[in-house]
């Protein structure tokens, strides 16, 4: 009988040990895979329901698909429209993801409003920078938002969020120029995600696939306005070698705000 239980014992470890090694995404050095989710939150304003706001939908969705970093866009911080809550404070709250950096793009109704990350891990190096507009086409300021993401096991990575701004046919190419050359000498990977508000066959995203490589190709809807779908939220990476797309998909969630989430997992490679 003791014989039986010390094999027994043996077995259990053994089995654990194994357990152990092959856990998913993780390996003796830390995390080997990334998710990555980019989220236009409509100022946490579910469109069904005009003036409500709804943080915990929002907060809901990222901690049922449990990414890594989030990039945000469309956050209210001591907006009028909004109650004046610090919706950037109440998100990392909520999710229990408790790094985070918001960075404001214009002042609106008495408070700030603008882009965020979103972060399980640590933060650092964090910044803003603006982004140029056309003044002839009455668009609105937009940024860039960067930080630095310490993962498990020490290894970095710049992550990004931006948001462009639709206004004209130059303020987006302008833009997304802006965005490449703040990045251009970057020595860390980067990933970036955001509401680019052009498609696929725009310049802006040609633009974006000269220096980035995108998470999906023919991609899904990520937002809908009457009959028309289009995809314009997306994520993307550089340098190409630096990881490999295990998964994209667009979540099918249509309460909580009027874009759909896009979410990625990306095998890192260095």
């Known amino acids: 009988m003791r014989k039986f239980s010390v094999l027994g014992f043996l077995v259990v470890l053994a089995m654990i040990s194994c357990a152990r090694k092959t856990a998913p995404g993780k390996s003796k050095a830390g995390i080997d895979a ?7 939150v409509h100022h946490c304003n579910p ?3 005009p003036g409500v706001i709804d943080v915990d939908a929002i907060a809901q969705v990222i901690k049922r698909e449990n990414p890594d970093v989030v990039a945000l866009q469309e956050i209210d911080v001591n907006i009028g429209r909004s109650g004046k809550i610090n919706q950037a404070a109440l998100l990392s709250e909520k999710t229990g993801y408790h790094s985070f950096h918001f960075s404001k793009s214009i002042d609106h109704d008495g408070g ?12 650092s190096d964090m910044s803003t920078h603006k982004l140029p507009t056309d003044p002839a086409t009455g668009g609105e300021p937009r940024v860039l938002s960067l930080a630095v993401v310490t993962l498990p096991g020490g290894k970095k990575i710049r992550v990004a969020s931006t948001h ?5 046919k130059t303020n987006g190419k302008l ?3 802006e965005v490449n050359r703040i ?3 970057e020595p860390l990977p980067v990933i970036i995600g955001g509401d680019f508000n052009a498609t696929e066959k725009s310049e802006t995203i040609q633009l974006l696939d000269k220096a980035f490589t995108r998470t999906c190709h023919n991609c899904a809807f990520t937002i809908e306005e009457g009959k028309e779908k289009q ?11 630096a990881f490999s797309v295990l998964s994209h998909r667009v979540i099918e969630e249509d309460y909580a705000s009027d874009h759909r989430p896009v979410q990625a997992i990306l095998k890192i490679g260095f």
């Open 112 to 123: 700030d409003y603008g882009i965020m990350i979103l972060s399980k891990y640590p933060l």
């Open 231 to 241: 995809a314009i939220d997306f994520i993307a990476f550089k340098p190409g070698k």
């Open 34 to 40: 990334i998710t990555f989710m980019s989220y236009n």
């Open 175 to 177: 833009q997304m120029t």
């Open 164 to 168: 462009l701004d639709f206004h004209g």
């Open 47 to 49: 469109p069904s329901k």
């Open 183 to 185: 990045l251009a000498n």
